[in-house]
T-cell receptor, first 115, second 112 residues
Framework: DAGVIQSPRHEVTEMGQEVTLRCKPI?????LFWYRQTMMRGLELLIY????????DSGMPEDRFSAKMPNASFSTLKIQPSEPRDSAVYFC?????????????FGPGTRLLVL | GNSVTQMEGPVTLSEEAFLTINCTYT??????LFWYVQYPGEGLQLLLK?????DKGSNKGFEATYRKETTSFHLEKGSVQVSDSAVYFC???????????FGSGTQLTVLP
């Protein structure tokens, strides 16, 4: 089975540009999570969706960040305009169980560098 | 709130040495506990998990036991290999919350 797919794997952009990160969850999984990993703050949850509906976006740092899930097999995380402090690795994860013991499966991440 | 504390890294060991990476947690209710591993340039992979007190998770020679009395979930392996070099994250999920709370990660380097 294919795992979680993310694209692009690497992105270098200039400050002020729009950045769109993409994620395809594991087929059949109904929950999708976006995390950000930085040296200073470690792994942080930005937002998660259940059945394509955003449930908790309290981790989204500011209005420059937005996320959508138009269908069960695709999600985007957009940063507009981007800033150097947005440089990080962004992970998408999916799962198919809401129970306390659920396992989240992570994609390979998108390494973003904003110059 | 929930939190996970991992031993500070980096950890450097020789091949076949014994590994322990300490993890303690604070959580409301009865969390599930996880160890994830991140190999260079890759995403996080679930290594093992335990969902209730005294459960032992195990995988690829790694083990961790859910100790409610000490709120700990230490990762151990009897004989590490060079291929175990990676960053190891302890994490928890508590109650109805969907998000994982991660520790800061511990970098392990195994030398031949």
């Amino acid at each position: 089975d294919a795992g979680v797919i993310q694209s692009p794997r690497h992105e270098v952009t200039e400050m002020g540009q729009e950045v769109t990160l993409r994620c395809k969850p594991i087929s059949g999984h109904n929950s999708l999570f976006w995390y950000r990993q930085t040296m200073m703050r470690g792994l942080e949850l930005l937002i998660y969706f259940n059945n394509n509906v955003p449930i908790d976006d309290s981790g989204m740092p500011e209005d420059r960040f937005s996320a959508k899930m138009p269908n069960a097999s695709f999600s985007t995380l957009k940063i507009q305009p981007s800033e150097p402090r947005d440089s990080a690795v962004y992970f998408c994860a999916s799962s198919n169980s809401p129970e306390v013991q659920e396992t989240q499966y992570f994609g390979p991440g998108t390494r973003l560098l904003v110059l | 709130g929930n939190s996970v504390t991992q031993m500070e890294g980096p950890v450097t060991l020789s091949e076949e040495a014994f590994l322990t990476i300490n993890c303690t947690y604070t959580a409301t209710g009865y969390p599930s506990l996880f160890w994830y591993v991140q190999y260079p340039g890759e995403g996080l992979q679930l290594l093992l998990k335990a969902t209730k007190a005294d459960d032992k998770g195990s995988n690829k020679g790694f083990e961790a036991t859910y100790r409610k009395e000490t709120t700990s979930f230490h990762l151990e392996k009897g004989s590490v290999q060079v291929s175990d070099s990676a960053v190891y994250f302890c994490a928890l999920k508590s109650g109805s919350a969907r998000q994982l709370t991660f520790g800061s990660g511990t970098q392990l380097t195994v030398l031949p």
